[in-house]
Nanobody
């Protein structure tokens, strides 16, 4: 059973930057066969969509709250997806999860095939 493993979380001051990474536990899991996304869940809140990238990496989409500040990218050769987060705000603090779907962006948001266990991002004001 493949697992997605996130890394790169930590504590950062407001206005700072972090880059999250997501890799698969099995080398045979090819990111080119999946659309990938990042989601987040803050304490006491439901998990929410943050960003999406398609199979080839040329189409992306973002939640309005992060547009212009976050960038999702994908390196299919390295089987890694990234989330560059700039100008972080206290309200960005959450556990960030990586997800994958072989069926497309709709199913990524509704019923992703794979999830990571998350990485914690803390933003101090």
């Amino acid at each position: 059973q493949v697992q997605l493993v996130e890394s790169g979380g930590g504590l950062v001051q407001a206005g700072g930057s972090l880059r999250l990474s997501c890799a698969a536990s099995l080398r045979t899991f090819s990111f080119s066969n999946y659309v990938m996304g990042w989601f987040r869940q803050a304490p006491g809140k439901e998990r929410e969509f943050v960003a999406f990238i398609n199979w080839s990496g040329d189409i992306t989409d973002y939640a309005d709250s992060v547009k212009g500040r976050f960038t999702i990218s994908k390196d299919n050769a390295k089987n890694t997806v990234y989330l560059q987060m700039n100008t972080l705000k206290p309200e960005d603090a959450a556990v960030y999860y990586c997800a994958a779907s072989a069926r497309g962006s709709y199913w990524l948001k509704v019923d992703a095939d794979y999830w990571g266990k998350g990485t914690l991002v803390t933003v101090s004001s």
